[in-house]
């Protein structure tokens, strides 16, 4: 009687155990590591516009809706906007050009990249980008993991009171930057040969 009760109870466990994995199996790699996130489905066209000292920022997926996964933004940076040259210690950026042309210097080579462009950049890889063309640039940006998203809202709220050229606005985006430290690491000021 005791090895028939074993023996239940060993089949039990192994087709328990035996569905769990299936269970497991059928998850993505994302839901595995990350556990449950959202689905996000949005149309872009009708998401809310914030101004912020690039130009306007949309976003798309937030580092809450996809458990901490990634964050997706859409970006519209005016004619005479660059970055300082930085670098992302802690995750990917990847640029998806809607339209205009994106100039973007890695390493020692500087490419301009028209809307079609896809650029995908190592976490650690120093970079600056920047519009020099004369209508607006739009991109599609993602990172992964998530968080750098915040950095974006903290400069809409920053934009609500102070501009670009104001004479306390680098202070300000400065403790923007120390703030999300963990996000971009600004090594200097990115001053790209002309093209």
Request: proline share 6%; net charge positive.
């Amino acid at each position: 009687m005791k090895r028939l009760q074993l023996a239940v109870i060993c089949a039990v466990a192994v087709t328990y155990g035996f569905d769990q994995a299936q269970t497991i199996k059928k998850q993505s790699p994302l839901q595995q590591s990350q556990g449950k996130f959202k689905i996000v489905a949005v149309n872009a066209n009708e998401l809310e516009d914030f101004p912020y000292d690039a130009g306007n920022v949309k976003f798309i997926a937030s580092n809450d809706d996809t458990g901490g996964a990634y964050s997706v933004v859409e970006l519209t940076e005016m004619p005479g906007y660059k970055t300082a040259w930085h670098q992302h210690n802690h995750c990917e950026e990847a640029f998806y050009v809607i339209e205009g042309v994106l100039t973007i210097t890695l390493g020692d080579k500087t490419r301009e990249f028209p809307s079609g462009s896809y650029i995908l950049i190592p976490r650690g890889t120093p970079h600056g980008q920047g519009n020099f063309g004369k209508s607006p640039v739009r991109l599609l940006t993602t990172f992964t993991p998530g968080g750098f998203d915040r950095f974006f809202r903290d400069r809409v709220e920053l934009y609500k009171t102070v501009k670009p050229g104001g004479p306390v606005f680098q202070e300000k985006f400065d403790g923007l930057r120390a703030k999300h430290k963990r996000w971009v690491e600004v090594l200097g000021t990115w001053n790209p040969e002309k093209l």
